[in-house]
């Protein structure tokens, strides 16, 4: 028995080097992964690593009528962590990022607050000269601070550097899982440069 035996785990962005880093750990560890990705090819792929732990997705979370319909079917399913990639995924798509990742966290709220889950968004630090960059890493921030503070779900980010491995970002997220870790909430934790 693996130390996530009966946990479902939802990894938005799950085609991402760092998703693909996440899934295999952490459905090596025994964890249900609910894959989420629009890249369908990529989460077939994704899902040959342990066809029977990860269940691949393909489904647009950019769209926020996408995440709407999510959470109609997902309802109170419950749901031990989220961990949002939308940010390194999609860097490109900047002024759709916020509303993306309010509406994947909304569409699994009521499942994350039955199991006493946690949401753990991961974005990169923008560049000294992008503006806009900084402008939405900013407002990400609020965002998960904010909802943190309702206290029904903890939340928090980790601001990955160009030099953060997949192994470091595995071994935080492994850490606010545990007992200790879990009474962190609303922080927004840097990694690498």
Not at 139 to 145: E, G, N
């Amino acid at each position: 028995m693996g130390q996530r035996d009966g946990q479902t785990i939802v990894i938005a962005g799950a085609v991402s080097e760092m998703g693909r880093h996440l899934s295999a750990c952490l459905s090596d560890e025994g964890a249900r992964i609910v894959a989420l990705d629009r890249d369908h090819d990529g989460l077939i792929a994704l899902a040959q690593h342990a066809p029977e732990r990860i269940e691949p997705l393909a489904l647009d979370i950019l769209n926020p009528f996408l995440c709407e319909r999510l959470a109609e079917i997902w309802d109170k399913e419950p749901v031990h962590l989220l961990v949002n990639l939308q940010a390194l995924r999609h860097a490109g798509a900047k002024m759709r990022l916020i509303s993306s990742i309010h509406g994947i966290s909304t569409a699994m709220w009521r499942g994350l607050g039955g199991a006493d889950g946690m949401i753990i968004t991961v974005m990169s630090e923008p560049d000294d000269g992008d503006m806009i960059g900084k402008s939405i890493s900013e407002a990400l921030k609020t965002l998960h601070t904010t909802l943190a503070e309702t206290g029904e779900v903890r939340m928090n980010s980790l601001i990955v550097g160009s030099d953060t491995a997949p192994k470091e970002v595995h071994g935080v997220v492994s850490f606010l899982m545990t007992a200790d870790g879990r009474g962190i909430n609303g922080a927004v934790i840097p990694l690498g440069r």
